[in-house]
């Protein structure tokens, strides 16, 4: 009974070892610490509530249907900076500003210059095809700067970072267009007599496309054997310029989607507020993800489940009434535990203290 017993516990401390070692741990534990911590500190945090809106259809709220639809975007986005990071060894610090100049095309579009119009000017359809385009060439402005003028990442994505914003502005006149179709809003709120907010099954739409992508195409493997080794790469004959090229164009392509989200939230925009800081999120969605900001293996899986922990913890903070302004330090006193916690070097450490724990307790066994 007791060798039993014991078997079992050593297979059970060899699964825990495994865990530990995978890169989806560290978000998972994150996941789980906010998790407890909110069911310690206030178990209503969780409670679900099925009841009419203010447009008065029955739809499913709380904070758990909250986070879900407030990481959206930052999901999305996750997905496309997590190519350009393992690719370039880099991030685009741009993606902000780019989401304004994307919301700003879609309200010229659908407005067509007028501040308040009555009807839509063009299909909604165009107008996001036309968010798509120009987001996708913001994209491939960038990538070209990384990818074939060998600029710093961050320094190429420094342009748009300065002058998105006031590009957004510019294509509207300085204006602040208004939507009044109520149909543009379905995007970023509740489609009529689906129960949850629609931006949760974009974001889904979005998880399972890079999900097939990276199955049944070589983008992934591409991809992290040029951040790995760019030279290597080309001489087992990939093109690492075009490669990481591409994935800033991918980037490009989760910004549309995630601008045109953004102002169909509310059917405007705010072109200084617009996405303010969200660059940053990304990026620490991506590093909280366990994956390496100099470029190389990634998990994507990890990416994603890191943006939800970074909503969890915004809105557990927001729950426990933190002052918005104090926000961004609490957020970064959290996540640099987390990403301290999850880099190589600190881990290998723990695994080396764990050895030396074990060789104390069984000092027979490691003899032999």
């Given at each position: ?11 059970f401390?060899?699964f825990?070892?495994r ?7 560290i ?12 069911l ?23 904070n ?14 996750a ?10 060894g880099?991030q ?5 500003a ?5 919301g700003?095309?879609?309200l010229r ?7 308040s119009p ?7 359809i165009?107008?996001f095809l036309?968010c798509?385009?120009v ?20 320094v190429?994505?420094l ?14 006149n ?13 995007f970023?709120?509740f489609i ?5 907010p ?35 790469s ?16 991918i980037?490009?392509?989760?910004v ?8 169909s939230r ?5 072109y ?23 470029g ?11 943006a939800?922990v ?28 987390l ?14 203290l ?10 027979v066994?490691?003899?032999?």
């Amino acid at each position: 009974m007791k060798t039993l017993e014991k078997t079992g516990g050593n297979k059970f401390l060899a699964f825990l070892k495994r865990a530990v070692r995978n890169q989806i741990f560290i978000p998972l534990a994150a996941l789980l610490i906010l998790v407890l911590f909110n069911l310690i500190a206030d178990p209503s945090f969780f409670a679900i509530k099925y009841a009419p809106n203010s447009a008065g259809d029955m739809v499913i709220s709380g904070n758990i249907i909250t986070i879900l639809d407030n990481a959206s975007e930052l999901a999305i986005l996750a997905i496309g900076m997590t190519l350009v990071t393992s690719a370039s060894g880099g991030q685009d610090i741009s993606v902000g500003a780019t989401i304004a100049v994307a919301g700003s095309v879609v309200l010229r579009v659908l407005c067509g210059g007028e501040v308040s119009p009555a009807t839509l000017h063009a299909p909604i359809i165009v107008a996001f095809l036309a968010c798509v385009v120009v987001s996708m060439l913001l994209g491939a402005f960038n990538g070209a700067l990384v990818a074939y003028f060998k600029i710093q990442p961050m320094v190429a994505t420094l342009i748009l970072f300065t002058a998105g914003r006031s590009i957004a502005a510019w294509i509207n006149n300085n204006q602040l267009p208004v939507i009044n179709d109520e149909s543009f809003g379905w995007f970023g709120n509740f489609i009529p007599g689906l129960p949850l907010p629609t931006p949760i099954f974009i974001a889904a739409i979005c998880i399972i496309i890079i999900a097939l992508v990276l199955r049944f195409t070589k983008l992934g493997l591409f991809t992290q054997a040029v951040g790995i080794n760019s030279e290597s790469s080309r001489l087992n004959g990939l093109n690492p310029a075009r490669i990481k090229f591409m994935t800033y164009v991918i980037l490009g392509l989760c910004v549309a989607v995630a601008g045109f989200i953004k102002v169909s939230r509310i059917s405007s925009i705010n072109y200084s507020v617009v996405a303010k800081d969200i660059e940053m999120d990304a990026i620490l969605a991506v590093a909280l993800g366990g994956n390496a900001l100099s470029g190389g293996k990634f998990n994507m899986a990890s990416s994603i489940l890191g943006a939800y922990v970074i909503q969890f913890l915004t809105t557990t903070l927001y729950k426990f009434q933190v002052a918005p302004t104090a926000l961004p330090a609490y957020k970064a006193v959290v996540v640099i535990i987390l990403v301290v916690l999850s880099a190589p070097t600190v881990r290998n450490k723990l695994a080396a203290l764990r050895k030396k724990i074990a060789s104390r307790r069984n000092p027979v066994k490691e003899a032999n």
